[in-house]
Each structure stands twice: as structure tokens, then as C-alpha cells.
């Protein structure tokens, strides 16, 4: 994405474009805001519309706010997709919540922050969970959400007045999580905007899919490869390690992560793994102590892969009893919260009831 502007709609003298982001260049011609609110014109069915010229392919979103008009106008390079740029309900999202903010002290920022969830949407999943631990206030969200049903001013006051967030764009902060269907934003009797975290997710060390066999490697090494695996698998703790946050710090290091995705469809070199992590002998030798890796004669192997785990968080259930029992939830938050959960033990087991990302 090149670039991201709002545009009002003046009914006297036409479109009126208001902030881009990136700032640095100049506007677009007013010939081609005609064309898109043209557009929106001829297909007032859809709130989102395309277009393109010879250089650059837009998109644009159609918002109202206090009686006025507005439009959100994304600049792509080449043709792309709408779904492969962002899904449009989350586009809405984000157009319905800069429009409010336009006349405020908190644009600059929000359309910052709102530029780069777009440009950055289509990151692969795993990537983006891992923002989760990179985030501070992301992950302060992810802890409150697990102690069940939140409104969203409860949400927001929370984050100001117990963690000291004091610039809360929550609507954009939530994309993340919407994204990757962790939560549902509903309004139910009696609470408006409601937050039910509905998957939770965790990492962990697993078995790599792919590991030695006798075709490319000798007899010798791949009996001491099997040896040490069992050994490591038949007494590897799990919790014990999540709590210490070392398989995190592996995670979001973007060398480590990106040796780990190349060890997944092949045996690499020393040499080329030290590469990769930017010649950081020390942490390629961390990462041999952890039993990450398994090197033999040169040749590098993935011993312990890590990966993301998305589950159900039935463990709330309990939660929700206690927080209604103390009133700090109604009655409608609690039953609607709890029936998200229990429709998932329907579908499937609770022993299966998790996919590996």
C-alpha cells in the first residue's frame, strides 16, 4: 500500500481531501476523487468500491458521520485484490473510527497506526501472533480478555486508569484480535459492545514434521538423533517453559524465526544457519544447548520446531461463575459468554479441540 486519505464530501464544491499518510506527497488530482465518488454513486449497495488507472489500483470506503460524508481512500501499487489487501468489515472499522477522530489532536497518530495495520494485514499468522508478545499493550489486553466478557468502556477505562495506557485507540488496537478470530464483538441486553475472547492460543515446542531418515543421513548420526529426541520428549515440560518465556524469546527474534521456517523444508550448512542469524555464533550455540537444533558433521537439523497453538478457552467458564456470583458481570454477559464456549465443546472434544498454526 502506497498510500492512505480521507476525503470529505463538500456538497457545494465536491471532494475535499482533509490528511494522507505518508504526508510527504501531494494529492491526488481532483479528477480522480469525482471518479470515486462517481463510484460510490452508481453502486450505493456497496460501501466499498475499486478503481484503477494506468499506474495504481484504490479503493475506497464510503463513511458517514454527523451528516456529512467522507471517504477513506487506500492507494495500492498494481492491481491487488480487496480481500488481499484487508477484509472490508475491518476497513469499516477503521474508517469509522478515523472520521470520528478528525477533528481531534489524536489524527496524526491514529492514521499512522491505521496505515500500517493495513499495509501490514496480510502477514503470515503465525507473524502476527507473534505481535502479541512484541505489543505490550496488546498482550495487556490479551490478559484481560481471559478473565472473560469485557464492555468496551470497561475495556478502556481499565487500560488508563490500572496499566497507564493513556492514548487508548481501542477500535484499532482490537483489529489484531478480530483478525484472527480470537473474540466477538457483540452489544447484548443491558451492554452495549461487548468483548468475548472465544479462542485463546499459546506456543510450544512439537516434533518437527520433517525429520532425518537414512537417505540423508548416516546410520550413526540418525541413532543419536532418535536417542536424544526420545530422551527430550519423554520428560519435556511444557508449562514449565512457557513461563519462563524462553521459547518467546526464540520466537520473536526475526533471525531465529526465519532459520526455523527454512529448517522446516530443508537441512541446512553451519554456515549457512549462522548466516541467516546474522553470524551470531553465541546464539546458534544457545539454540543447539535448548535442543532447537541437531548438528551433525557440518550439517544443521530442526529438533524442536515451535508453534503456535489456537484453543478454546473453556477455562473461563469458571471465571465467569465467580465474577457473576461477585456481581461484577450480568447475567446476560455471563450465559451469553458462557453458551460461545459451550457450543464449541459441541463441535468437537475437548481433547481435540485445538489447532496447530
Not at 466499498?48 to 454527523?66: A, K, M, P, R
Not at 505489543?135 to 468502556?153: A, C, E, H, P, W
Not at 458462557?338 to 496447530?356: A, C, G, M
Request: proline content about 3%.
Amino acid at each position: 500500500m502506497e498510500r492512505l486519505i480521507i476525503v470529505h464530501w463538500n456538497k457545494s464544491t465536491g471532494p475535499e481531501p482533509l490528511i494522507q499518510y505518508p504526508p510527504e506527497k501531494e494529492f491526488p488530482k481532483k479528477d480522480l476523487f469525482l471518479k470515486i465518488w462517481a463510484q460510490h454513486e452508481l453502486n450505493k449497495e456497496n460501501f466499498l468500491i475499486e478503481l484503477e488507472d494506468q499506474n495504481n489500483h484504490f479503493i475506497s470506503i464510503l463513511q458517514e458521520f454527523e451528516s456529512e460524508m467522507y471517504f477513506l481512500v487506500l492507494v495500492l501499487s498494481g492491481k491487488k485484490e480487496k480481500e488481499d489487501v484487508i477484509s472490508p468489515d475491518i476497513l469499516a472499522i477503521i474508517g469509522k473510527n478515523l472520521i470520528e477522530l478528525m477533528n481531534t489532536n489524536k489524527m496524526t497518530r491514529a492514521i499512522s497506526e491505521a496505515f500500517n495495520t493495513i499495509k501490514n494485514y496480510n502477514k503470515l499468522e503465525s507473524e502476527d501472533l507473534i505481535n502479541f508478545f512484541q505489543d505490550k499493550i496488546k498482550f495487556t489486553i490479551l490478559q484481560i480478555l481471559r478473565n472473560g466478557v469485557i464492555s468496551k468502556t470497561e475495556l478502556t477505562n481499565l487500560l488508563r486508569q490500572e496499566y497507564g495506557f493513556s492514548t487508548v485507540n481501542i477500535d484499532l488496537l482490537l483489529i489484531s484480535f478480530l483478525r484472527e478470530n480470537l473474540i466477538l464483538k457483540r452489544s447484548i441486553p443491558g451492554s452495549k459492545e461487548c468483548y468475548f475472547l472465544i479462542k485463546d492460543f499459546t506456543c510450544a515446542r512439537v516434533p518437527p514434521k520433517r525429520i532425518p531418515d537414512e537417505e540423508n543421513i548416516e546410520q550413526r548420526v540418525l541413532k543419536k538423533y532418535k536417542k536424544e529426541f526420545i530422551k527430550f520428549y519423554s520428560k519435556y515440560n511444557c508449562s514449565q517453559e512457557l513461563e519462563n518465556k524462553a521459547i518467546i524469546n526464540f520466537l520473536v527474534d526475526k533471525d531465529v524465526y526465519l532459520l526455523i521456517k527454512n529448517l522446516r523444508n530443508t537441512n541446512l550448512s553451519v554456515n549457512d544457519c549462522l548466516s541467516l542469524l546474522n553470524n551470531r555464533q553465541d546464539l546458534f550455540d544457545e539454540l543447539m544447548d535448548k535442543k532447537i537444533l541437531f548438528e551433525a558433521k557440518g550439517i544443521a537439523y530442526l529438533f524442536s520446531d515451535i508453534r503456535f497453538l489456537k484453543f478454546s478457552p473453556f477455562y473461563i467458564i469458571k471465571i465467569l461463575i465467580r465474577r457473576y456470583k461477585n456481581q461484577e458481570i450480568s447475567l446476560n454477559q455471563y450465559l451469553y459468554h458462557t453458551e460461545l464456549l459451550l457450543n464449541d465443546l459441541k463441535d468437537q472434544p475437548i481433547l481435540f479441540n485445538y489447532s496447530v498454526i
